[in-house]
């Protein structure tokens, strides 16, 4: 199975992220904005609790490195 896999750098910008909640038809939005673009994941409950997890596991790591207690 081929996968596409977009790749945008804004680490070089300041962002907002924000979640628009789930409609009738439609699921949660994940939307990351930076200064020339928006990316919009649009999520189960599930997927963004899988997100969710990856981003607090990421910032344990980073302050466990950093010699910095949760």
Do not use: W
Request: proline share 1%; hydrophobic share 45%; aromatic share 4%.
């Amino acid at each position: 199975m081929k996968r596409t896999v977009f790749t945008c750098d804004l680490s070089n910008e300041g962002i907002q992220a924000q979640v628009q909640e789930a409609m009738h038809y439609t699921p949660a939005v994940l939307r990351i904005e930076g200064a020339a673009m928006a990316i919009e994941l649009l999520l189960t409950d599930e997927q963004m609790e899988a997100v969710e997890e990856v981003l607090a596991a990421y910032k344990t790591s980073r302050l466990a490195k950093a010699g910095v207690q949760a």
